[in-house]
Nanobody, 126 residues
Framework: QAPLVESGGGTVQTGGSLRLDCAAS????????VAWFRQAPGKERAFVAA???????YYADSVKGRFTISRDNAKNTASLQMNSLNPGDTAVYYC????????????????????WGQGTQVTVSS
């Protein structure tokens, strides 16, 4: 079983909302920092948001105020609520996890994470 499995992607019009979920099969998921990254065609995978094991939340400037990351350690899940979507948010979204906490700078670095999901496509039409 894959350690992380994303769901909830799809197509939505500009201004719409989507919720992505990440189901983790990792043991003691509360020990992990969980993050969302996204990769648009022809671009590098970029940080979106993270929730550390200490409960600290980080967001990329481009999504701050529109996206909300959350986690439920009892259910081993993490979610990304995305509101006010625009075509610039179109990408494949990936869930990632790493043991321990991280600073804002570290959390943004995709090389930090050693568990990844397969990705889910989000398309925002104009």
């Amino acid at each position: 079983q894959a350690p992380l499995v994303e769901s909830g992607g799809g197509t939505v019009q500009t201004g719409g909302s989507l919720r992505l979920d990440c189901a983790a099969s990792l043991r003691t998921s509360s020990y992990y920092t969980v993050a969302w990254f996204r990769q648009a065609p022809g671009k590098e995978r970029a940080f979106v948001a993270a929730t550390t094991r200490n409960g600290v939340l980080y967001y990329a400037d481009s999504v701050k105020g529109r996206f909300t990351i959350s986690r439920d350690n009892a259910k081993n899940t993490a979610s990304l609520q995305m509101n006010s979507l625009n075509p610039g948010d179109t990408a494949v979204y990936y869930c990632a996890a790493v043991v321990g906490a991280c600073s804002k700078t570290a959390c943004w670095d995709r090389r930090l994470y050693n568990y990844w999901g397969q990705g889910t496509q989000v398309t925002v039409s104009s």
